[in-house]
């Protein structure tokens, strides 16, 4: 497959940047003369991270259909309390602009200030740890209420570029949906590895999606790995229909055996009462259970520490300085971009939805299902089975599935982002 160089629009709003592309399928060759076959335009859509500042609200009369708690209880009036929503097919009404591997990288890469290299700099094991705290915070983006992103297909990948960072995701597996990350910084020594995947469950009058699965961050320079957990969505419907993270992750360096155990709070059942996206928790010292420190504030603005020997409190995280007016990645070359890349398998849909053109939209959703069908039958009339392309996928007894990177480094993309 080869791209044809492409032409560059920006949209004027800048919730996206379109990037016009001409695929050529195959060449064969005519009178001693290579002939180019199966031409066809496409472009990549991409759209800004949510982030303070272009999140919330905003975004979701730019991205949503009208009347969407209305759409909402129409869409789930058969469905009965306790479902597993996974396999749930959402009409495009309910999507946002991009694939659920690009709000994965987008954790990872859209941040405007570099926590993940000042977790090198901590003089001591609890520094780092204090560090890593920030860095796990600052993964928690704004959601939207009555959108979500769309399930990637099998093998669909994503790959940014931020510096020195580089991030690479994979769908390992369609149905579970696991999604794997790589990301490594070769200047810095640092290596991100996650293995996760939602399980949305209908409770009635909410839905609550459980992020199943591991998180490790690696300070190889410092010999550190460090474990956690992702906190859990919750859509409420009714009484008073929002969105929040909620739940108990846990950060723990297995070297040191320091551990930090935080709580996501959300709001009451009838919305009231009590501070929107809490968050509070304490780290501990494993080998003696002795708490060092407790952890407050709220992962949307400011997070404090208070040591508990001296009281002493100081900020560890201001969200505005890391998450606020994040911008879109840029296509830096876009002859590189691989054919598997997010932006670029949901685009037609991704534009539809951009535009309000819902009968369109409906009709590149069902293109890109009926693309995977076929791929599938493919493999199933041949005997095959698929196997992921940048990781090792593995599933122990207890059904906990495990990915391990092929490569050790990840190489730079073509998609960049400041």
Request: proline residues 6%.
């Amino acid at each position: 497959m080869n791209l044809v160089a492409p032409n560059l629009l920006l949209n004027p709003l800048s919730y996206y940047y379109y990037y016009q592309i001409q695929f050529i399928k195959g060449n064969s060759t005519v009178l001693g003369f290579e002939v180019q076959e199966n031409v066809t335009n496409t472009s990549i859509v991409l759209t800004k991270p949510f982030s303070l500042g272009n999140g919330n609200e905003s975004d979701s009369e730019v991205y949503s259909a009208p009347n969407i708690l209305q759409r909402i209880l129409s869409l789930l009036r058969n469905v009965r309390p306790g479902s597993d929503l996974t396999r749930f097919q959402l009409p495009p009404q309910f999507n946002f602009p991009k694939s659920q591997l690009q709000c994965y990288g987008e954790s990872i890469y859209s941040k405007t200030s570099d926590l993940l290299s000042r977790c090198n700099t901590g003089q001591n094991p609890l520094e780092r740890l204090i560090f890593v705290v920030a860095w796990s915070i600052s993964t928690t983006r704004p959601a939207i209420f009555g959108v979500a992103p769309y399930n990637p297909t099998l093998g669909e990948t994503h790959h940014v570029s931020k510096g020195n960072l580089n991030v690479l995701l994979e769908q390992v597996s369609h149905h579970p949906p696991v999604s794997a990350l790589h990301a490594t910084d070769e200047k810095e020594n640092i290596e991100i590895i996650w293995c996760q995947y939602p399980v949305p469950k209908f409770n009635g009058t909410s839905v609550e999606a459980q992020v199943h699965g591991k998180r490790q961050l690696k300070l190889i320079n410092h010999g550190e790995t460090y474990e956690m957990n992702s906190p859990h969505l919750l859509i409420k419907i009714l009484p008073v229909p929002g969105i929040d993270w909620v739940g108990n992750v846990n950060i723990k360096c297995i070297e040191t055996g320091l551990v930090a155990e935080l709580c996501y709070i959300g709001q009451s059942f009838f919305g009231f009462g009590g501070s929107r996206r809490l968050i509070k928790g304490k780290i501990i010292d494993s080998s003696s259970l002795k708490i060092l420190h407790e952890v407050n504030g709220h992962w949307d603005s400011t997070v404090t520490l208070k040591e508990t020997n001296s009281g002493e409190v100081r900020a560890i995280y201001d969200a505005k300085e890391v998450i606020y007016g994040l911008q879109a990645p840029t296509v830096k070359d876009a002859e590189s971009v691989w054919p598997t890349e997010s932006a670029l398998i949901w685009s037609e849909l991704s534009q539809a939805i951009l535009s309000k053109n819902w009968e369109k939209a409906r009709e590149a959703k069902k293109a890109v299902e009926e693309r995977q069908r076929e791929l599938l039958r493919e493999r199933e009339s041949k005997g095959e089975t698929w196997v992921p392309k940048h990781f090792i996928l593995s599933q122990s007894k207890e059904g906990v599935w495990d990915c391990s990177p092929i490569q050790k480094w990840v190489p730079a993309s073509p998609i960049v982002t400041l």
